[in-house]
């Protein structure tokens, strides 16, 4: 297997935020102990719901975020020990983010082909001509025709803004993009679209995409390789077939039943109670207080990692996992 292009080993954000004045702080667990890696050519989606730390594992993919504690590597180097200008570098040329609205993501004073030429220039790539050609071979990479260079994004549709955007991310050639919640704030009829460039870039350039999203049903589709989250925690991780198939924790079960499948027995289970905060998260695991099968000893330590014999890239943390359901095909 190639080498990760970044991989985050036992990575911890911490928020400090205000409650009640200024003298009282309290710590927002954003990210817990989280391990991750992305290579090259693969894709892998991050589910779970609103406020599990998504976003913040993708700002720490991209250099954007510093771990409070743990490692972020970038092809092999320790991210955080390097100056920030060649941490700068380095992050900028290996991974590149796209956001979940073009509209307030791309400056909408400047025309498309200043947008796209800008990281060029900046990084003084190649000759000027070479940039004005870099421009017009990244509209035709995502599908744009040459005259939407002279466009400002207010005169695009929203797909067109948004393979833009995904165009931009490309400029300096990087090895993985991040796109958090990259369609939903699309239409339905052209959310498709913009996921299928994602593939045939994935196809085209060997790119590696972390894929961000609450939905399930979407990340089924694209990923090869899904981590499911949970109040700042991976909870389970592996293979889109595995995990959507054969889901171990209890919340993965939970959140991939509301999709059935031919795999799985159609048993709809519905979490109830609130989702706690992240400021005070329960001690053990997070999830044991919306779980069934929650016991004592889950309020103790966050269980480690099982791998499945099956599939040891399959794995889950979870004290009372849940059992496989195989194919009746
Ligand atoms: N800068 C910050 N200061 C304080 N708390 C923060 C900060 N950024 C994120 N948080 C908190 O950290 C937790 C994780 O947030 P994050 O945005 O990563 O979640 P998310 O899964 O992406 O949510 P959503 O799907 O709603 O965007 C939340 O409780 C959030 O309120």
């Known amino acids: 297997m190639t080498e990760p292009v970044v991989s985050l080993e036992h990575v911890h954000v911490v928020h400090t935020a205000r409650s009640g004045g200024l003298i009282h ?3 927002v667990h954003a990210l817990s102990d989280a391990t ?3 290579r ?3 894709i892998l989606g991050v589910v779970g719901e609103s406020g599990c730390g998504k976003s913040t594992l993708a700002k720490v993919v991209v250099g954007l975020q510093a771990p409070t504690s743990g490692t972020v590597r970038f092809r092999g180097e320790d991210l955080w020990t390097l100056p920030a ?3 700068r570098r380095e992050a900028g040329a290996a ?3 796209v956001f979940q609205d073009a509209s307030t993501a ?3 004073r400047l025309p498309v082909r200043r947008i796209l030429r800008d990281p060029l220039d900046v990084h003084r790539r190649g000759t000027p001509r070479q940039r004005e050609e870099r421009v017009r071979d990244l509209l035709d990479l995502v599908g744009l025709p040459g005259h939407v260079a002279a466009a400002l994004p207010g ?3 929203g797909g067109q803004r948004q393979r833009v955007a995904v165009a931009r991310a490309l400029t300096l050639e990087p090895d993985v993009i991040v796109a958090d919640e990259p369609t939903s704030a699309l239409d339905v009829s052209v959310r498709a679209q913009v996921l299928n460039l994602l593939l045939d870039l994935r196809t085209e350039l060997g790119l590696g995409l972390v894929f961000i999203s609450h939905d399930i049903q979407t990340v089924r589709y694209l990923a090869d390789r899904i981590a499911v989250m949970y109040l700042g925690r991976v909870v389970e991780e592996g293979p889109t077939a595995e995990v959507a198939g054969h889901a171990r924790h209890p919340y993965t079960r939970a959140l991939f039943s509301a999709t059935p499948s031919l795999l799985d027995d159609g048993e709809r289970i519905v979490l109830t109670g609130p989702v706690p905060s992240a400021t005070h998260p329960p001690s053990g695991c997070p999830f044991r207080t919306r779980c069934w099968k929650a016991s004592d000893a889950c309020a103790a330590e966050f269980p480690s990692a099982t791998h499945a014999e099956a599939d040891p890239a399959h ?3 979870c004290l009372h996992p849940e059992t496989p359901v195989r194919s009746v095909l």
Do not use: F, I, T, Y
């Open 85 to 87: 200008k060649r941490r």
């Open 106 to 108: 791309l400056n909408p």
């Open 95 to 97: 991974v590149a983010m």
């Open 36 to 38: 991750v890696s992305v």
């Open 155 to 157: 005169q695009l549709s």
């Open 25 to 27: 702080r309290d710590k």
């Open 40 to 42: 090259r050519g693969e």
């Open 315 to 317: 794995s889950w943390h």
